[in-house]
């Protein structure tokens, strides 16, 4: 049967406890019973030789008659104070007040024997330079009333300090037990998966430094599942984004397909469906390399080399400003140069991914500016547009996956909604942070920023 | 037939819709986010909407408060069912979850028409009359007998009338069940039944490799 901790505790202390005092008590008694029986003999002792040295004085001189006399008036004497006398002269037996069923002892010994019920104490000596011998007997009894009535008081105490006992014991181990109960039980609950029930900190014992280490314990663990769960969530949304940004070039692309599969078409027409499913087809397949290169930043470490940034922004500028002019507006770049450690294929992805975004906030006769920006607490680069700009609201988002500002303005554009989630990425990658300002109808500034004391000297 | 708006900011959807509801004969007319298409409402009634839930400025939802009169299709990327509801407790008659394909548009779009009257009930080919609504078809006022799964066939012809359909297209949409090598073989008894009874050997054209169409 299985037994609580409380249980075996209670149970053991109280056998232990009961053991101890019952044990006690009983040594007691017996001890109490020898030393009164110990000081008994004394007494019968000091009496024994009180009325050898009477009777040695008294038959000094004296017949034989006149002894046996003296026997009996002392026989008679002592016989009312209930001590028997026994003399005998050279072994044979003289007066005698003792009940001949008495064995009595050699001479020079002391005998307790019960006879019919009574203890009697037995002493014979020699007397008269060993011409008699003096037998004493005395009846004790009343040492076997004095042992009854010690068992019945210790008895009695036993019981009753054991009842007490583990009454007492009882609820001061309750007590001692109660924290643990209580721990038990907010354990059971998170054990449920009820990570916010506490365990009673109060107290300055092993119970509440246990209970102090259990509540940091479930503070942790709900700390990470709440982080996992986030992960998770952010996961789960950003799947779920994925497959609607997904359904729409597949929706286009087949439907283009059974177009042209079932429709007699016209030259044109075909090289026209052809084309929608190819730009559509170009369009998951970027979706699908910049997953790729989200995902290769996110298991990798970058490469890091010292580069210009300068030298980085002019490049690119050079290299986005045929999409500039098509879409009519100005790029450039305003000046400012600093060394850094960093990728440089990735760098370029990041400012073009930028400068795209800005030509896309454009409308014509726009103007987009790369330059760099360095202040007391960090450094880096920023690019700033002329175009729509972005509510707060909006700028909370836009580094979310597939987050629009605009869906019909940037599908029109091919973007993949993800372009921003990388670029945070690559930022991120770099030790360096993303943020913008933007202002409605005024324009947007995207920042790459490094602070200072982050090693970026080359 | 009918004057069909259809309200989808993604251009190439757009279009691909318009060229197969033009293929069957409606008028369409197309907008490319919600302020645009309720101006041109304004002027230009239509007798159906073809309308995106998700829609640059203002939503699909927002619109078809403004234009109660007009049946609406709502086409959905989200398979959320709230939204669907959301669609059908705003007065749409119909939904559609993108992708789809272009046969379950096209067969939508008949019968909210039909549904709401806007589309006439009758159909010609010539002197051949086909009425949908007692599934009737004469010829020079002479009623020509067509089985139920016959004339069907010949709905779902018309339907779909200059788009090639396959087969398997034509099994799924009329018997309504997973077909095989032998029941694909039925396709091809009732279309020369219907090619012999209404005699239209020229319209219902086979299409070597793919199915038939009907071509007017």
């Known amino acids: 049967m299985k037994k609580s901790f409380f249980e075996k505790s209670y149970l053991i202390t109280l056998l232990l406890f009961l053991i101890l005092l019952n044990g006690g008590i009983l040594t007691l008694a017996v001890y109490t019973y020898h030393s009164n029986t110990d000081a008994a003999k004394k007494v019968c002792r000091a009496e024994q030789f009180c009325i050898a040295e009477a009777f040695e004085q008294d038959c000094?001189?004296?017949?034989?008659?006149?002894?046996?006399?003296?026997?009996?008036?002392?026989?008679?004497?002592?016989?009312?104070?209930?001590?028997?006398?026994?003399?005998?002269?050279?072994?044979?037996?003289?007066?005698?007040?003792?009940p001949s069923e008495y064995r009595l002892p050699e001479a020079g010994n002391l005998l307790i024997e019960t006879y019919s019920g009574k203890r009697i104490l037995m002493i014979s000596e020699t007397v008269c330079d060993g011409n008699y011998i003096l037998s004493y007997a005395k009846d004790v009894s009343y040492l076997d009333e004095e042992l009854r009535h010690l068992i019945v008081v210790f008895v009695l105490l036993s019981v009753g300090v054991s009842a007490l006992l583990s009454v007492l014991l009882y609820f001061v181990q309750r007590k001692l037990y109660l924290p643990l109960k209580k721990l038990q039980n907010v354990t059971r609950e998170v054990a449920r998966g009820d990570f916010t029930s506490r365990a009673d900190e109060t107290g300055r014992d092993e119970f509440s430094d246990l209970a102090r280490d259990f509540n940091r314990m479930t503070d942790t663990i709900r700390e990470q599942m709440s982080q996992l769960k986030l992960a998770a969530d952010q996961k789960q949304q950003m799947l779920d984004n994925l497959a609607h940004e997904m359904r729409t070039p597949l929706t286009t692309i087949h439907g283009y397909a059974e177009y042209a599969f079932g429709v007699q078409l016209s030259e044109e027409e075909r090289m026209k469906a052809l084309r929608a499913i190819m730009s559509e087809t170009m369009r998951l397949k970027s979706i699908s390399t910049v997953l790729l290169d989200s995902a290769f930043l996110r298991e990798n470490e970058i490469e890091c080399k010292p580069l210009s940034i300068g030298a980085l922004l002019q490049r690119c500028v050079q290299r986005l400003d045929r999409i500039a002019r098509e879409r009519k507006c100005t790029l450039c770049y305003t000046g400012g140069n600093f060394a850094l450690m960093g990728e440089e294929t990735l760098l370029e992805e990041l400012v073009s991914n930028l400068v795209e975004n800005a030509?896309?906030?454009?409308?014509?006769?726009?103007?987009?500016?790369?330059?760099?920006?360095?202040?007391q607490e960090a450094r880096g680069f920023f690019v700033r547009d002329t175009g729509v700009g972005m509510t707060k609201e909006q700028l909370l988002h836009i580094t979310e996956p597939f987050y629009r500002t605009d869906k019909a303005r940037s599908r029109q554009f091919g973007g993949t909604g993800l372009g921003l989630a990388l670029c945070k990425r690559i930022a991120e990658a770099h030790g360096a942070t993303l943020s913008f300002t933007s202002e409605l109808q005024k324009g947007t500034t995207a920042y790459v920023m490094w602070a200072s004391t982050e090693q970026t000297q080359a | 037939m009918a004057r069909i708006m259809v309200v989808e900011d993604d251009v190439l959807i757009n279009e691909l819709i318009v060229k197969n509801l033009e293929l069957v004969g409606h008028t369409c007319l197309h907008a490319f986010d919600g302020a645009l298409a309720l101006e041109q409402l304004h002027c230009h009634p239509v007798d159906l909407l073809i309308l995106d839930v998700m829609l640059p400025g203002m939503s699909g939802f927002d619109l078809i408060k403004k234009v109660e009169s007009t049946p609406v299709i709502f086409l959905t990327a989200r398979k959320d069912l709230d939204d669907r509801l959301h669609g059908l407790s705003l007065g749409a008659d119909d939904y559609i979850v993108k992708p789809f394909a272009m046969p379950e548009l096209l067969e939508r779009v008949k019968a909210v028409l039909r549904r709401t009257k806007r589309d006439e009930n009758f159909f010609r080919i010539g002197t051949l009359a086909i009425d949908f609504e007692r599934q009737q078809v004469f010829r020079d006022g002479k009623q020509i007998e067509l089985t139920a799964k016959e004339f069907a066939v010949l709905d779902l012809l018309v339907t779909n009338r200059n788009i090639t359909l396959s087969r398997e297209k034509i099994i799924d949409s009329v018997w309504g069940y997973a077909f095989d090598g032998d029941t694909l073989r039925v396709v091809d008894v009732y279309i020369q039944q219907l090619r012999q009874k209404l005699q239209l050997k020229e319209q219902i054209r086979s299409v070597y490799g793919m199915g038939y169409r009907l071509e007017i």
């Open chain 1, 359 to 375: 030509l896309k906030a454009c409308s014509e006769g726009g103007l987009v500016e790369l330059g760099v920006l360095e202040t």
């Open chain 1, 60 to 98: 000094r001189n004296k017949s034989e008659e006149d002894i046996y006399l003296l026997q009996v008036s002392f026989g008679s004497f002592y016989g009312q104070k209930g001590i028997g006398l026994s003399f005998a002269a050279n072994g044979k037996p003289c007066f005698s007040n003792i």
